[in-house]
């Protein structure tokens, strides 16, 4: 299995606002890994460990002060101008909050439209048909295309997120604490749902959670990451049985209960 992307030796640091001088934060410090076509990853840590500015990183939201992304073979931050226009299409990224991450004042089918009538020349007729499959994926109905987010419950607002995430049909999926801000019965749905996504797409996913109970379910390899540094990295199996790392047992244990297989 070849790898899609690889990460060498990336380090990003903020500059700390809440300092008079002019010192900085490290948030991702050295990190190094690869992820290979059709699986998914999994990045875990308590919040402020880094994995989320790493996720930033890799959709060029933040740029790193030293180190290599390397899509498909080729350096992200060295992209001619038709990589640059073509690389949002193959790397797409779901949220957190999916209320915050909707227009609020656009209907779904708006939503949906967007992505196609800027990166595409698709026909009326095949950006409905593109629509219409994408929302059967995720298991909603063309009905939802004249509502607004608001009308909508949270694990919906979620679905229309992938949903979106999903219309440019990309190669690599980031789903950065996809589930953290809904309820578990709904968590686990997503859960699942990705999990399904995965297979039907030949998707790549780098999955992103502080709760190592859910990434057990979802992930094929999972790396841990504590201030800043990958620490750990192991298929999940072994991460979950023979963990190496006193903070990696530390998490673990404080994993809550989440049946995941039962919806």
Known sequence: MDNLLEVKNLTVEYKNIKN?????????????????QGEI?????ESGCGKSTLSKAIVKLVNPKAGRILFEGKNIFEQ????????????????QNPYSSLNPKMKIGDILKEPLDI????????????????????GLSLSSLDLYPHEFSGGQRQRIAIAR???????LLIADEPVSALDASI???????LKELKKQRNLTILFISHDLNVIRYLADRVGIMYFGKLIEENITSSIFNFPQKEYTRT?????????????
Request: net charge positive; hydrophobic share 40%; no cysteine.
């Open 80 to 95: 001619t101008k038709e990589e640059k226009k073509e690389y949002p299409s193959k790397v797409q990224m779901v949220f």
């Open 119 to 138: 990166n595409t020349k698709y026909s009326t007729n095949h950006k409905r048909a593109v629509i219409k499959e994408v929302l059967e994926d995720v």
């Open 187 to 193: 968590q686990a749905q997503i859960i699942n749902l």
């Open 20 to 36: 008079e001088r002019a010192s900085t934060v490290v948030a991702v410090d050295d990190v190094s890994l690869n992820i290979k």
């Open 165 to 171: 995430a999903l219309i440019l049909n990309p190669k």
């Open 41 to 45: 990853y999994a990045l875990a840590g």
């Open 251 to 263: 998490l673990l244990s404080s994993a809550p209960v989440l049946n995941i297989n039962n919806h």
